[in-house]
T-cell receptor, first 111, second 113 residues
Framework: KQEVTQIPAALSVPEGENLVLNCSFT??????LQWFRQDPGKGLTSLLL?????REQTSGRLNASLDKSSGRSTLYIAASQPGDSATYLC??????????FGAGTQVVVTP | NAGVTQTPKFQVLKTGQSMTLQCAQD?????MSWYRQDPGMGLRLIHY???????DQGEVPNGYNVSRSTTEDFPLRLLSAAPSQTSVYFC????????????FGEGSRLTVL
């Protein structure tokens, strides 16, 4: 069974600093990995989807990398803003197609 | 474009009552799923469907039933509510299981007294 871990559980940074969020997974035969954002009391919004054949995906200030050999994905958010404050979750899809979610990293960006 | 719509947003039940959480998507997605989110436990898959007429169990299926009579709708039924089912429930859909971007509804917060 795929297990997904996100460390740290919480992170606080000053505005303007770059954010680095980590996601580890146990099954290197990963189908894809997705990063999501969740605001309090809301559903999850997909940020980036990296297929197993890709090494990274970029969208605006967001960049996510995937290293299957080391079982790691990293989400970079450049020049953080207070509006980036949220919980960020990663989820890996194994060969059986089901997503396994990490517990998330709660991010606070202080003005 | 509505995406994934869940109703109700909030519900309070007494132990032993039954209810149905509704989920509808307008993206013609084949794959639909139900998750529950509990503090410290992340999201756990309850049931999923890869198309109309096809459903399967996820990680925590006990106490829940699903059916998929149309591509658009995927209701989740609680047969006899228990306090352990107090949680936030999310419906999600994708063009294909595990391969496409997953779209979530806003969630349904259920409290069982």
């Amino acid at each position: 069974k795929q297990e997904v871990t996100q460390i740290p559980a919480a992170l606080s940074v000053p505005e303007g600093e770059n954010l680095v969020l980590n996601c580890s997974f146990t099954d290197s035969a990963i189908y894809n990995l997705q990063w999501f954002r969740q605001d309090p009391g809301k559903g999850l919004t997909s940020l980036l989807l990296i297929q197993s054949s890709q090494r990274e995906q970029t969208s605006g200030r967001l960049n996510a990398s995937l290293d299957k050999s080391s079982g790691r994905s990293t989400l970079y958010i450049a020049a953080s803003q207070p509006g980036d404050s949220a919980t960020y979750l990663c989820a890996g899809a194994g060969s059986w197609g089901k997503l396994q979610f990490g517990a998330g990293t709660q991010v606070v960006v202080t003005p | 474009n509505a995406g994934v719509t869940q109703t109700p947003k909030f519900q309070v039940l007494k132990t032993g009552q039954s209810m149905t959480l509704q989920c509808a998507q307008d993206m013609n997605h084949e794959y639909m799923s139900w998750y529950r989110q509990d503090p410290g436990m992340g999201l756990r898959l309850i049931h999923y469907s890869v198309g109309a007429g096809i459903t399967d169990q996820g990680e925590v299926p006990n106490g829940y039933n699903v059916s998929r009579s149309t591509t658009e709708d995927f209701p989740l039924r609680l047969l006899s509510a228990a306090p352990s089912q107090t949680s936030v429930y999310f419906c999600a859909s994708s063009s294909s299981q595990g391969a496409g971007e997953l779209f979530f509804g806003e969630g349904s917060r259920l409290t069982v007294l």
